[in-house]
């Protein structure tokens, strides 16, 4: 089947450690999205990539990193340096100008 | 500045009854998309109806159909037969054609009663 899949859906970290979330689609879009959602507040969009090996900062990127070395992945890691990274996290994927297809999310709790 | 505003937080609707969720937005670029999302408590943002600047007629999908008004800037969706599974949060979005992501509203928490 076609779609968006994060893993894991739930994740806990101690303070201090890095951790990374798993996005993969099998849609064959260009565009891939991370975004950041927090209890009763919109999205906000933290990193985005419209091609392999590029990738650009969203309005939240402090904190994050990326990568994009195939078309189907866009792992995010959230580093040490987020403050406070407890948050609803999901990853969209869609051909460029048009709807976003988002996959179930990972649910990040620090300890 | 790309900006969403929908400024209801919650609303009740009855089963069966119609309900119109609203959403204004602000931007400078000519050419945008709006779209609608359903988010239920299991998290998972479900697309629901796109609209696009230069359409000429509101966009349905099923019970769902998007109210346009260029001129007023809003893009209102209307559930029509509301079922008790509708109950989720909804988002407003707006992808304008010079940006390169979606740009989202707060939300509004529907809540279908039997």
């Known amino acids: 089947d076609g779609g968006i899949t994060q893993s894991p859906k739930y994740l806990f970290r101690k303070e201090g450690q890095n951790v990374t979330l798993s996005c993969e689609q099998n849609?064959?879009?260009?565009?891939m999205y991370w975004y950041r959602q927090d209890p009763g507040q919109g999205l906000r969009l933290i990193y985005y990539?419209?091609?392999?090996?590029?990738?650009q900062k969203g309005d939240i990127a402090e904190g994050y990193s990326v990568s994009r070395e195939k078309k189907e992945s866009f792992p995010l890691t959230v580093t040490s340096a987020q403050k406070n990274p407890t948050a609803f996290y999901l990853c969209?994927?869609?051909?460029?100008?048009?709807?976003?297809?988002f996959g179930p999310g990972t649910r990040l709790t620090v300890l | 500045a790309q900006k969403i505003t929908q400024t209801q937080p919650g609303m009740f609707v009855q089963e069966k009854e119609a309900v119109t969720l609203d959403c204004t937005y602000d931007?400078?670029?000519?050419?945008?998309?709006l779209f609608w999302y359903k988010q239920p408590s299991s998290g998972e943002m479900i697309f629901l109806i796109y609209?696009?600047?230069?359409?000429?007629q509101n966009a349905t999908e099923g019970r769902y159909s998007l109210n346009f008004q260029k001129a007023r800037k809003s893009a209102n969706l209307v559930i029509s037969a509301s079922q008790l599974g509708d109950s989720a949060m909804y988002f407003c979005?707006?992808?304008?054609?010079?940006?390169?992501?979606?740009?989202f509203g707060t939300g509004t928490r529907l809540t279908v009663i039997p």
């Open positions: 969209a994927s869609g051909p460029m100008g048009n709807e976003q297809f």
């Open positions: 849609l064959n879009h260009d565009a």
């Open positions: 990539s419209q091609i392999v090996n590029d990738f």
């Open positions: 931007t400078s670029d000519p050419s945008y998309g």
């Open positions: 609209q696009g600047s230069y359409d000429q």
């Open positions: 979005a707006m992808f304008p054609t010079g940006a390169n992501n979606l740009f």
